[in-house]
DNA sequence: CGTCGAGTTGGCCCTTGGGCCAATAGGTAC
DNA sequence: GTACCTATTGGCCCAAGGGCCAACTCGACG
């Protein structure tokens, strides 16, 4: 039903990694078999549309290991989907309070394992959108003087230019100038705009 | 550490009730013990500020049904633990995706549960704190005649008086008019608030 | 039929926002 | 030192927001 989507399946049982990768592909992901939780730790691109099936108990790094490194990035969360042939509640526990998007028991059902690859995908295609969206307001807040943007703040919290001018220590002369200049590098028209886009980015305090 | 936080607890074996209540009654909680689910969803009173301590597997009614029955109410959750003496992975992943707080398993440690009735807690008062806000603006969006509504979206969209005459089909006068009702029956000053406020509620869209 | 709320509109006037042009001052980079 | 950026300020003028008073229409309610 789609494709450009990333599976990392991560199991150090070739045989498990074998017949996931083919039920995958066959589905139309592009997969990427990691036997070994470093290896793919070390490939591992965010940049990549795409989520993490990892079997849950592994030598070495183990799968909540693995997911913990994945959601310290810079607050993308990879999806991650556990698969485990042998383990607890309290572990399956832990990786869902830690974010992931299913825990499946083997035997695995098709169903269920494209139904939560399903899922996170579509997690992840939201948490880019959102991400990049921030990025790019981010990007211009970044090309603000100081003063602008302190002039920002005021604005976002309703005040008077007059106001302003007063609380910086200067004149409304000099508030409407960087005010303008403010919303032109923001690419914004309205204060509405600018009101939405402030809340976003938790401006207003 | 707090009080008037009540926990219904729900477990058909009433050996647990007893020592579970006594536990959290001597941590300062409120505790509603109920050995019957039906019983309990009768006098179940989401008004209460609380959480559900709920057994997984009873009689009649499991856990997990009451859980969905608690989430159906009017947007609010009710904070769900889970306890259980006897379950399985599948199950507890199911009722972590449906929005648990915890799921613990028995023989269950006292600090386990503190900690889970803790979020509970938690996630609670801003639960409520949130609803109450949105309540308290709805009802002021709610005194507003059509007209003003319609004012208020075009508003928050950024529009100028002029082009809203225009697109309502009236001079700018007019908007004037209901603009200057609407601010002041919202109890809002300015824009920047509004906008938060029709955020908040949605009403861009 | 009279009252009332909702929706309208006009006029008047003041405050704000905002664009354009020009100019000054301090600091930094080349 | 010259060029450039940032911050400031002034003047001029026009557009937009918004308060106050008054008035009119229409449909619903008694």
Redesign the pocket.
């Known amino acids: 039903m789609t494709d450009k989507f990333t599976v990392y399946l991560v199991d150090d049982d070739p045989g498990v990694l074998k017949a996931l990768s083919r039920l995958l592909r066959a589905k139309g992901h592009d997969v990427k078999p990691y036997s070994s939780p470093q290896v793919f730790l070390e490939e591992h691109d965010v940049g990549v549309p795409g989520c993490a099936v990892l079997d849950v108990s592994m030598p070495g790094l183990d799968g909540l290991e693995i997911q913990r490194v994945l959601t310290v990035a810079n607050g993308y969360h990879r999806p991650v989907v556990f698969v485990t042939g042998k383990s607890d509640i309290p572990t399956s526990v832990r990786a869902m309070k830690a974010g992931a998007i299913d825990f499946l028991t083997k035997p695995i059902k098709d169903k269920d394992l494209f139904e939560a690859v399903s899922r996170a995908e579509a997690r992840d295609a939201e948490s880019r959108r959102l991400h990049s969206e921030l990025e790019s307001m981010q990007a211009k807040v970044g090309?603000?003087?100081?003063?602008?943007?302190e002039v920002l703040t005021h604005?976002v919290a309703g005040?008077?230019?007059?106001?302003?001018?007063g609380d910086?220590?200067?004149?409304?002369?000099?508030?409407?100038?960087?005010?303008?200049?403010m919303?032109?590098k923001l690419g914004i028209?309205?204060?509405a705009d600018l009101v939405r886009m402030a809340e976003k980015l938790n401006l207003s305090r």
């Open positions: 090309t603000l003087t100081p003063r602008e943007r604005v005040r008077l230019n007059k106001q302003i001018a910086l220590g200067t004149v409304e002369k000099t508030i409407k100038v960087h005010r303008s200049r919303m032109e028209r309205t204060v």
